[in-house]
């Protein structure tokens, strides 16, 4: 699930544009193999040696079909659906508060921000009303000093939190008197931690929606750019097809995509049993979040069909690996039969937490073991965004179990820039509008 990587023209391998967001943690190990990169074959499907074979067949024939562009650089158009997108660029660089990034919903993805607090108040901060510019917490924020968004979808509403390393502090908590720590290191979220990236998604669906058919990923509104190094876009096809197996990879067309499960693919879930309807989290969602035991009512592997007690081994108790595996185990399961049963219901409120380590934020680029190095993420995104998404997904099939036809409806959607591919964003807009001109 790490899904940054691409193949060049129609069907560019960006493979990874997923889930470097969505999040997938990968073990690497010293010194790396030849292969480069150790991978954790706890989501181990048989095909997944197939899939890889078959996804490097198509990055091969891209190869040759990338050689006609010049420069590596090509003009793209953009996905039917999507026409606004280019009109609806963010502000220049140098009007964003947590410059060289930017946090903001996804444009015409229907959702509204309710506010911007910090985690200890109920109070909207004025600043951010717009909600055109959200908040990044960089790690450092003491407890109840994180701001966290208040959202809404047509599907969804809760509560977002997101940190990256490194980022820029804001403005808001530079004086702030709780940031002057002693002892930052302390409290530093990002200390002795190899991840880069956290979010957290806290809320309640707005009516019954099967879990089966929630997905999350990255989704793209036209093709990639420079096509990376072979060794490089080979790691990734390893990683996603060892950590993903049930992952939904689109490589042909302008709007390349990759989708999984959402209950498989979020590192930490568990359902919150409430009383009331209030849907605001407090600040627990800043605290460490760990994978309940399956037999707990808090654990998502309560909600599945004939589960009890004796199905769950005496390890599970003390090993948060193995709860975690168990999950994605399960509702890749589940995933793969297309049950509409069970549903997340309107009366719990379920939390997801993603986070992964190969990406540098501050640098965008992708940071992988020696021999490869890092990688820029600039070329490979052709001036788009990474995501932080999940969509309910519902398909329908022929009587041959062929997908006819699919309606998506985003539970949350919001857009990380950096203004590298803020760059090549307008270069790409300026080509259309010139090549419209010239037609």
Known sequence: MLKQFGLPDKIWSRRWRYHPLAGITTTTTAPPSKEMISIDDSNEDPKTSEAANELMTVYDSC?????????????????????????????????????????????????????????????????????????????????????????????????????????????????????????????????????????????????????????????????????????????????????????????????????????????????????????????????????????????????????????????????IKARIKKRKKSFDTLHSTGSVEPSFCTQSEYCFEFFQHLILFDKFTLDFPKPVGQHSLKKILNGQPLQILALHQERKQSEIGKIVEEELARLWSFDIWHESVYEDAIDDDIDIANSAASQ
């Open 63 to 319: 190869r040759e079909l990338n050689a006609d562009f010049s420069a590596g650089r090509r003009m793209s158009s953009t996905c039917s659906y999507d026409d606004e997108y280019k009109s609806s660029l963010p502000p220049h660089p140098e009007n964003w508060p947590q410059r060289p990034l930017l946090l903001r919903p996804t444009p015409g993805a229907g959702m509204k921000i309710r506010g911007v607090r910090y985690s200890s108040s109920k109070t909207y901060l004025a600043s951010y009303e717009e909600g055109q510019s959200l908040p990044i917490n960089n790690g450092l924020e003491t407890k109840g000093r994180c701001l966290v968004i208040d959202f809404e979808s047509e599907l969804f509403i809760g509560t977002a939190l997101l940190r990256l390393k490194n980022a820029r502090r804001l403005d808001c908590d530079r004086n702030d008197g709780d940031g002057s720590n002693k002892d930052p290191k302390s409290t530093y979220y990002f200390h002795k931690k190899k991840r880069t990236f956290q979010t957290v998604i806290r809320g309640r669906f707005k009516r019954r929606v099967p879990m089966s058919e929630c997905v999350t990923g990255q989704m793209f509104t036209r093709p990639a750019g420079v096509l990376p190094p072979r060794l490089i876009v080979k790691a990734a096809v390893l990683l996603m097809s060892h950590l993903a197996p049930q992952l939904q990879s689109r490589l042909e067309g302008e709007c390349p995509r990759f989708l999984s499960p959402l209950c498989s693919t979020a590192q930490t879930a568990y359902i919150i049993k409430k009383k009331n309807q209030t849907t605001n989290a407090d600040e627990d969602i800043e605290d460490e979040l760990q994978e309940p035991h399956p037999s707990a009512p808090s654990s998502f592997i309560q909600s599945l069909p004939q589960t009890t007690t004796k199905n769950h081994p005496m390890s599970l108790d003390s090993d």
